[in-house]
């Protein structure tokens, strides 16, 4: 199984990216997808999920901001992140548990930079 994060870069305050998790070997619409991030110095944490019968949970610092949604032709899980701010600089990590094997999967990273 490998996920693989990709989207990120550097956006200036208020801009808005979205992040791609591609994956093979796991199937996202029989899964829970969910997006982390982390700071420097900081842990991990969650930030956005979205369960196999598309029901959603948000960190607070992402309500209104930040949707996490799916494509299950592509197989694909996305993260759009509006009104960007600096405190969003993190590497963003998309995160797979399989309702099939019942184990988590975790891909890289995608590092996403907001200046001020």
């Known amino acids: 199984v490998q996920l693989q994060a990709y989207g990120g870069g550097l956006v200036q305050a208020g801009g808005f990216l979205r992040l791609s998790c591609a994956a093979s070997?796991?199937?996202?619409?029989?899964?829970?997808s969910e997006w982390y991030r982390q700071a420097p110095g900081e842990q991990r944490e969650l930030v956005a999920a979205?369960?196999?019968?598309?029901?959603?949970h948000y960190a607070e610092f992402a309500k209104g901001r930040f949707t996490i949604s799916r494509d299950n032709a592509k197989n694909m899980v996305y993260l759009a992140m509006n009104n960007l701010k600096p405190e969003d600089t993190a590497i963003y990590y998309c995160n797979a548990y399989s309702l099939v094997t019942y184990i988590n999967y975790w891909g890289q990273g995608t590092q996403v930079t907001v200046s001020s």
């Open positions: 979205l369960t196999n019968d598309d029901n959603t």
């Open positions: 070997g796991i199937i996202f619409s029989r899964s829970r």
